[in-house]
């Protein structure tokens, strides 16, 4: 466990048994004030994949997000919380998800956005390839055939689009989208790595595990995906993000 996650408030219902069934995938949504949103994604995915885990890191948002959830896993076995002391940041949240995850016993663990930009009901998808594929990375795509984007502006599109083909180059990734949360990760390969050396704290960490799990010789596939426009809530994603982003692949590249 790192040093950060210990301070954190941990609600955990499973019983010992059920954390040492084999096969099981945990689902992972990272929330700050996604109150309009986390009920919704909690429900689609409960619908849609009701075999499947549930953990919440949540970064004491003001609006009450992981106070309901909280409430929530008390009666659920499926739903756990992870309640951090403030906002740390997406990068920050995800390794400590991962820490919990690695003191479980998890197959697979899936990463999506709880604003419902990412479809719940892609989860299963996720695994199945995984598991049939036998692939380590199954990376939600919105830049492969069948892939897309409803609600952006044209100008954030673009972006988004070349952000992406610069990381992909600068990276040597085999994969066109390189920035996207929407993930499924195979456990085994999480444990072989050394958390404390992901460093960054903000999105670029989505593309500072993807490299470094690469270059471990991880193999990675794209699943087409439809990013939605949240409908709810405030984006948490800022100008500094998208800059910092560059700084980022351009420090994963030197190293």
């Not at 040492?20 to 689902?27: D, F, K, N, P, Q």
């Not at 990760?185 to 470094?212: H, M, P, W």
């Amino acid at each position: 466990m790192s040093g950060s996650q210990r301070q954190f408030d941990s609600i955990d219902r499973s019983s010992a048994n059920e954390r040492t069934s084999e096969g099981r995938a945990l689902v992972v949504l990272c929330t700050y004030n996604e109150m309009t949103n986390l009920p919704r994604a909690i429900a689609l995915l409960q619908s849609v994949a009701p075999e499947c885990d549930v953990l919440v890191v949540d970064d004491n948002s003001p609006d009450g997000t992981g106070k309901w959830a909280a409430i929530e896993a008390g009666v659920s076995n499926r739903l756990h919380v992870l309640g951090r002391a403030k906002k740390l940041g997406l990068g920050s949240a995800l390794r400590d998800a991962i820490g919990w995850c690695l003191e479980r016993d998890y197959e697979f663990l899936v990463n999506l956005d709880a604003d419902l930009s990412h479809d719940p009901a892609k989860v299963p998808k996720f695994i199945e390839m995984a598991r049939a594929e036998n692939v380590d990375v199954v990376i939600g795509s919105r830049y492969v055939e069948g892939g897309g984007t409803e609600g952006l502006s044209l100008f954030r599109s673009l972006l988004s689009r070349g952000l992406n083909r610069y990381a992909a180059r600068m990276l040597s990734l085999p994969v066109r989208d390189c920035s996207g949360s929407y993930r499924c990760y195979r456990v085994a390969n999480l444990r072989e790595l050394d958390l404390d050396r992901l460093t960054c704290d903000g999105y670029g960490f989505l593309e500072e595990i993807l490299v470094t799990l690469y270059r471990e010789e991880a193999t990675l596939r794209e699943i087409p995906i439809t990013y939605h426009v949240r409908q709810g809530g405030q984006s948490k994603l800022s100008w500094s993000d998208a800059t910092g982003a560059i700084s980022v692949i351009y420090k994963l590249r030197r190293r």
